[in-house]
């Protein structure tokens, strides 16, 4: 009977010894597992994130390039393009294109091609001063010359202007209205180190030959055309204006009224575009 007394005393502490036990491992374990949880987390995922790994993916500059260098390879092909020939060369380079110009070809038979820059340069500096340099003309002569027609009204007689004198020149006006006057101003100022060249040879290295270019045509673009009938007299050989005031016109002038109101009137037109044209592009 003492035994199964005994028993019944020593369960619960025996109970409450393990109970004890289980809450000091619990405690333990809890208490281990707030220690070792800083320690992983220290080594944070975040930083490894944050690390600027995208900064060394510097190819911007591949894509920066690449048109530059396009560039650069385009305007190497253009530049042999650009060549010209030498002055004394000049002449072939000019008779090869010239039929490009103008949709009226059989009017180039017009055009001497012989020393044709330098004719165009000489002729247009005359021309600007109010002088005719026949010999350096870029053109022929008309087949035809100026002839007067003689009149007799009330009792006087006098000679006419005849208009159809001015005929002999529509062929050079309708050369002129035929060019494209675009590539006429491109060419120009293609051929502009020749031109200064041919220029400079007659004593003007410093001067620019477009201003004197343009000081011929506006001489051209200012020419009045009389409103009067215009009369002759022929005191010799050759034959004069009438009128004093005309006859006082230098040679330049006189030669425009010789072209006839007409034809005068489309070169004015011509030229003042090709004027425009020129002015554009030397700016």
Do not use: C
Request: no cysteine; charged share 30%; aromatic share 8%.
């Amino acid at each position: 009977m003492e035994n199964s007394q005994s028993t019944p005393n020593s369960v619960p502490w025996g109970i409450i010894f393990g109970i004890i036990i289980v809450i000091i491992a619990i405690l333990w374990f809890a208490h281990s597992e707030d220690k070792v949880k800083p320690v992983i987390e220290t080594p944070v995922v975040e930083e490894v994130i944050e690390t600027p790994l995208p900064e060394p993916e510097v190819v911007e500059p591949e894509v920066v390039y690449e048109p530059i260098l396009e560039e650069v390879l385009e305007e190497k092909i253009i530049e042999p393009e650009s060549i010209l020939p030498t002055l004394e060369e000049s002449d072939a380079w000019l008779e090869e294109k010239l039929p490009s110009i103008t949709w009226r070809k059989e009017l180039l038979k017009l055009v001497i091609d012989d020393d044709m820059i330098r004719r165009f340069v000489v002729f247009t500096d005359n021309f600007s001063q109010g002088i005719l340099a026949y010999e350096h003309s870029p053109l022929i002569k008309p087949t035809t010359s100026f002839s007067g027609r003689e009149i007799n009204e009330d009792g006087q007689v006098g000679i006419k202007w005849d208009e159809t004198s001015s005929r002999r020149f529509s062929l050079y006006v309708d050369l002129l209205r035929s060019i494209d006057s675009e590539t006429l101003v491109s060419w120009y100022f293609e051929l502009k180190p020749l031109v200064d060249e041919a220029y400079q040879e007659l004593g003007y290295p410093e001067e620019n030959f477009t201003d004197i270019l343009q000081d011929a045509i506006t001489k051209v673009l200012d020419m009045e055309i009389p409103k009067e009938r215009i009369e002759l007299v022929r005191p010799s050989v050759m034959y004069q204006f009438k009128n004093e005031e005309i006859e006082k016109l230098d040679d330049a002038e006189k030669l425009m009224l010789r072209l006839g109101k007409e034809n005068l009137l489309v070169i004015k037109s011509v030229l003042l575009e090709i004027s425009e044209k020129i002015a554009r592009e030397n700016n």
